[in-house]
């Protein structure tokens, strides 16, 4: 079975651009997160859905940050414009079934973004 | 207060000895407790989950729990090179129902 996915791995870009991030989440499993990870700051959570509805975005860290959950098997998070700042590897991260809280997140591997 | 601390490290524990790795959190009302491991480069991974007070063992891993003192800490005994990695500790609030991380701690094994 196939764990989470993340595309791109990387990604370079200069200040400016717009960063489209995407995450296909393990069927079934009806929670997502998002997280950033930066040696500074640590992982943080950035912005969770259940069953597709955005639950908390209090993480999101300014307007040029959003994320969106169209269907089961899809989000996206996108970053315009971008800044040297937001240089980070992002998560996504799917649990199976939030209202157990069992807490067992399965992350992809990351988008190591690089904003230049 | 951040919502979870450890301390950052890096810890260095020679092989065969016992790692301990100490987390603490803020939100008295939290229930659910977990540990990560985070090799360089990789996704984190899941190896212990915690609920109630007291200990919870799993092989080489313990996990210990003490609500009152809002802490958490993970043993891990007869200590292996391939131990060496990031342990992150998260939680989930009870405020919020969020899943916080702290920014982890740095284990070194030495051969």
């Known amino acids: 079975d196939a764990g989470v996915i993340q595309s791109p791995r990387h990604e370079v870009t200069e200040m400016g651009q717009e960063v489209t991030l995407r995450c296909k989440p393990i069927?079934?499993?009806?929670?997502l997160f998002w997280y950033r990870q930066t040696m500074m700051r640590g992982l943080e959570l950035l912005i969770y859905f259940n069953n597709n509805v955005p639950i908390d975005d209090s993480g999101m860290p300014e307007d040029r940050f959003s994320a969106k959950m169209p269907n089961a098997s899809f989000s996206t998070l996108k970053i315009q414009p971008s800044e040297p700042r937001d240089s980070a590897v992002y998560f996504c991260?799917?649990?199976?079934?939030?209202?157990?809280?069992?807490?067992?997140?399965?992350f992809g591997e990351g988008s190591r973004l690089t904003v230049l | 207060q951040k919502e979870v601390e450890q301390n950052s490290g890096p810890l260095s524990v020679p092989e065969g000895a016992i790692a301990s790795l100490n987390c603490t959190y803020s939100d008295r009302g939290s229930q659910s407790f977990f540990w990560y491991r985070q090799y360089s480069g990789k996704s984190p991974e899941l190896i212990m989950s915690i609920y109630s007070n007291g200990d919870k063992e799993d092989g080489r891993f313990t996990a210990q729990l003490n609500k009152a003192s809002q802490y958490v800490s993970l043993l891990i005994r007869d200590s292996q090179p391939s131990d060496s990695a990031t342990y992150l500790c998260a939680v989930i609030t009870n405020r919020d129902d969020k899943i916080i991380f702290g920014k982890g701690t740095r284990l070194h094994i030495l051969p």
């Open positions: 069927s079934g499993h009806n929670s």
């Open positions: 991260a799917s649990i199976a079934d939030r209202g157990s809280n069992t807490g067992e997140l399965f």
